[in-house]
């Protein structure tokens, strides 16, 4: 057993990329939206393994998003997305591995996604009653000013914390909090990129994922 995650009794998820696969309708969102706010497109495979290679912040810097421009940009794109939330669907077995780690842990979900799309995602699977905590439409690069809030709302110990998402401003968040993070290759970034941020552990399928934390039980 890693020690880790020995009494780890908490387990908060990133939600886009890492338990709802919203990357092909993310890319058709984000090019509808580029003609506005005036950034470049992901035209093909090429494109978005370039960007998938790059760290959160400077993949947006990349495709041409500035910061000041940023929020509006995120605004925009989440309600794009809800008109569009019955088209999502989680990642082929993140359903069961969920309702597994229920039985075990409190779930909780830290996203810069909307309450409303999460919510909606979530009953349309059969998910809503597996998860405790909900903290969302935070800001992309101030995640880790949520997780300490939300740890200080619900009066959770740290020691008992861990993470999973799939970017490596999730990363980051684990690191500037100072909890474990599992990183997930499955969502938006690269095993490599991931991987040069140095994440707790790192995993390619939920099944690897299940069996990393029902070892801890």
């Not at 495709?63 to 088209?87: E, M, N, T, Y």
């Amino acid at each position: 057993m890693p020690d880790k995650l020995k009494n780890i009794e908490t387990i908060i998820f990133d939600f886009d990329g890492t338990i709802a696969d919203t990357l092909e309708l993310g890319i058709k969102i984000s090019n509808q939206l580029s003609h506005k706010f005036r950034y470049k497109q992901i035209a093909d495979k090429q494109d978005l393994d370039f960007y998938r290679n790059l760290s959160t912040q400077n993949a947006i810097k990349a495709i041409g998003i500035s910061l000041v421009k940023l929020p509006f940009v995120a605004s925009a794109f989440r309600k794009s997305l809800s008109k569009s939330i019955d088209q999502l669907h989680p990642f082929e077995g993140m359903v069961e591995v969920i309702k597994d780690l229920a039985e075990n842990y409190k779930l909780g979900i830290v996203t810069s996604n909307s309450l409303q799309n999460t919510k909606t995602f979530l009953d349309n699977h059969g998910l809503t009653e597996s998860f405790s905590y909900y903290s969302t439409g935070i800001r992309l690069f101030k995640k880790y000013r949520t997780i300490n809030a939300l740890i200080k709302e619900y009066e959770l110990d740290p020691r008992q914390i861990l993470l999973i998402g799939d970017e490596t401003r999730d990363i980051e968040a684990a690191q500037q909090c100072g909890l474990p993070i599992v990183s997930v290759t499955w969502g938006f970034h690269t095993k490599k990129v991931l991987s040069s941020f140095h994440p707790d552990y790192l995993v390619d399928t939920p099944q690897e994922l299940s069996a990393l934390l029902t070892a801890n039980n």
